[in-house]
């Protein structure tokens, strides 16, 4: 990780109408960081995100992913992130070769690049024998593993990853973030929302959004360290479950 | 007599093998847990239990019912909260309940106190789409649905799944707090750290169980000493660590120790990443000094090295590997 920042994020402002969903957000993501985006349902998580990957415009304030800016130039930011959704994002009814042919051209990556690299990657991955399986029937835990190697395939300065471990086994999930690590110290960030504390332990900084606000940025240690708390978890809870909550 | 009993249960769907010879008792008032990823099973043996599903082989009995034979009986005694949110999107709460109520012949007031500490918290939004409800209120829903019977075991599918910490935090409350109306619950989940939460668990993966305990003794069950290495370069730290113990007397080979020692097995000497540590368990002789000194010798000064208690993630993972080997 760098001092390099990679996003900036200055009084960020996102109204719906009189709603506002992102009330006042400053933080900056360095270069080659695992960033923790937390929030409990509705917290503005989303808006933020969808902003920061050029999806939605902001109100007000300063956005700079990769350098570029959100509210002036959005389809760039496109071209300079990548993205993994929480559920698989690949191609079932395509070959793993296929799917990352379709992923590479998207992204406008020449042919000859594309077969060169999709050759390394398999043989890192340990997947040479699977160039020509269909997705459907990969087993889960490596379907996740390459829908990763995809969306970090063109190099991206920044990957978006939604609650990419939830719901594998234990050794891919270490192999997982073994991948995350090796991606990060490769010097692409990597900006993991996600419901799951323990996953939030794997991160550089974590930030907690609750209301629209960001309530505490800090690493994970620092911030059982200042709450007094043994688990992200169990400082989650604490500050972001609403007071008049009976149970 | 058990609450839960299954007897060696397989089920094939064509020619996967989903649950492979299960066999597990969960007793009476117990909150038990099934952990395991997503494909490990826990669907199918939630879909048996349920009286939704016959196995290719073995039985299971609910409070001494069969859940095959006796599917009429036992329903009357099961509540059941599938993984996927099943009540009508199109009816309003108040309706989904009313409707479930007088399905098992009962009312909502005749049974409200049981559910009440559940209900009330959506019953603001009680003329609201089911549809339309956020997904720890769908949740509440399902579980108040589940409820309304009175029943005396409730199957819950990967409750937890998908909604947020705070709800998840609730949810276990909740559950807690129907545990000690004497209602016995089996969960799953595919979360190790929810395995906390129950009186005890079993561990699932590939149809198969591969232990069972309760969530302490499951923890106590490493075998080995587990350590967490901490470096701010966390990457160059693990592969240096992986190059340190697959040759932990490269540095000073001690004149004839490596011709006598015997080759540590391969579950002997593991690196893994864990939150912001590598977990590693160390060779026999091997001293977490050594570690320290030979990680220095390699480029990488100033980690630490401190003993850690294990997880239920780490005991599922050696389990996992020892049945892989």
């Given at each position: 990780m760098t001092d390099q920042k990679v996003i900036e994020v200055e009084k960020l402002v996102k109204k719906f109408g009189s709603f506002v969903a992102n009330d006042n957000l400053t933080f900056d993501v360095c270069k080659g960081e695992i960033f923790g985006f937390l929030g409990a349902n509705g917290a503005g998580k989303t808006t933020a995100i969808r902003i920061l990957c050029g999806l939605s415009r902001p109100t007000s304030g300063k956005v700079l992913v990769a350098g570029i800016d959100a509210a002036r130039n959005p389809e760039e930011i496109k071209k300079r992130i990548g993205y993994m959704s929480?559920?698989?994002?690949?191609?079932?009814?395509?070959t793993v070769t296929e799917n990352i042919e379709l992923y590479g051209g998207i992204y406008g990556m020449r042919m000859k690049e594309i077969s060169t690299r999709t050759a390394d990657l398999l043989n890192r991955l340990d997947f040479q024998q699977y160039g020509n399986t269909l997705i459907r029937s990969l087993p889960l835990g490596l379907r996740q593993k390459l829908a990763f190697a995809v969306a970090v395939f063109h190099d991206p300065d920044i990957v978006f990853l939604d609650e990419p471990t939830s719901g594998v086994d234990p050794i891919t999930r270490r192999q997982f973030w073994e991948m995350i690590w090796e991606t990060a110290a490769r010097g692409i960030t990597v900006f993991v929302t996600t419901h799951y504390m323990d996953e939030a332990e794997y991160c550089d900084r974590v930030t907690i959004m609750n209301e629209g606000k960001i309530v505490a940025l800090d690493t994970p240690a620092a911030l059982r360290a200042n709450y007094g708390t043994d688990s992200i978890e169990e400082l989650f809870v604490k500050i972001t479950r609403p007071k008049t909550a009976a149970v | 007599m058990p609450a839960v009993a299954a007897y060696n249960i397989t089920h094939r769907y064509g020619s996967v093998?989903?649950?492979?010879d299960v066999s597990v008792t969960v007793n009476d008032g117990e909150l038990f847990g099934f952990i395991?990823?997503?494909?490990?099973g826990k669907t199918t043996l939630f879909r048996i239990a349920a009286t939704l599903m016959i196995p290719s082989e073995g039985r299971m009995t609910i409070l001494g019912l069969?859940?095959?034979?006796d599917y009429r009986e036992l329903r009357n005694h099961i509540g059941y909260m599938p993984g996927?949110?099943?009540?009508?999107?199109?009816?309003?709460v108040e309706e989904n309940l009313n409707f479930y109520a007088t399905i098992f012949g009962t009312t909502v007031k005749e049974n409200y106190r049981l559910i009440e500490p559940i209900y009330k918290q959506i019953e603001p939004f009680k003329k609201r789409f089911a549809g339309r409800l956020s997904g720890g209120m769908k949740q509440k829903l399902a579980l108040s649905c589940a409820l309304i019977h009175k029943p005396r075991i409730l199957i819950l599918d990967e409750p937890t799944t998908g909604v947020d910490a705070v709800s998840r935090t609730e949810f276990w409350e909740m559950l807690a707090g129907l545990k000690s109306e004497g209602i016995t619950i089996i969960v799953s989940t595919p979360y190790m750290d929810e395995a906390l939460r129950c009186n005890r668990i079993a561990l699932i993966q590939s149809g198969k169980i591969l232990g069972i305990d309760t969530p302490q003794k499951i923890r106590d069950s490493y075998s080995q000493k587990l350590y967490a290495v901490r470096h701010a370069e966390k990457y160059k730290l693990l592969l240096a660590l992986r190059s340190v113990l697959s040759s932990p007397d490269r540095e000073n080979p001690a004149p004839g120790s490596m011709l006598h020692a015997p080759r540590p097995l391969p579950l002997a000497t593991s690196a893994e990443p864990f939150g912001d540590s590598v977990h590693i368990t160390l060779p026999p002789g091997t001293a977490p000094g050594d570690i320290i000194s030979a990680l220095s010798a390699a480029g990488l000064p100033g980690a630490t090295i401190t003993e850690t208690t294990p997880g239920v993630e780490d005991v599922f993972l050696e389990l996992m590997k020892r049945e892989m080997s």
């Open positions: 929480q559920r698989f994002s690949l191609y079932e009814d395509l | 093998t989903a649950l492979d395991g990823p997503d494909g490990a069969d859940t095959v034979k996927k949110f099943s009540l009508y999107n199109d009816l309003t």
